[in-house]
Every structure is written in C-alpha cells, then in structure tokens.
C-alpha cells in the first residue's frame, strides 16, 4: 500500500511530497527534490504499516 508523505526539503525548505511503500517496514534511499533538484537522503520507517520515523537529510553536493 502506497501513501503520500509531505515534509520540507532540507535545501531549499520547500514543502515536497514523497511516495512511500508502507508494507516496507525500514527503507533508505536518495532521492532528488522536485523544486530544486538536489538529493536528499531518505530514512522511512514503518511499524505495523503506521510510520514512525521519517528523515529526510541533505546530502552535501
């Protein structure tokens, strides 16, 4: 099950929205903001499909 998460981008402190599996219970990954285009480190985790922990942390270019 997919769901929309919204937070800030931690360069350019835009409020972006992000798609996340919740049958997944720990991910990590980067992905690129789609107001500025720069990465971002993506920590997400689950625990019986409710989120309990979200980071989103800038990766230096």
């Given at each position: 099950m ?6 800030t981008?931690p360069?350019?402190w835009?409020?972006?929205s992000v798609?996340?599996?919740?049958t997944?219970?720990?991910?990590q ?5 789609e ?8 920590k997400?985790r ?7 922990g979200?980071?989103a ?5």
């Amino acid at each position: 099950m997919i769901i929309e998460h919204y937070f800030t981008c931690p360069h350019c402190w835009q409020r972006i929205s992000v798609l996340i599996d919740k049958t997944i219970s720990e991910q990590q990954y980067i992905e690129d903001c789609e107001v500025c285009c720069n990465p971002f480190l993506l920590k997400i985790r689950f625990k019986n499909s409710e989120l309990t922990g979200f980071q989103a942390i800038s990766i230096e270019q």
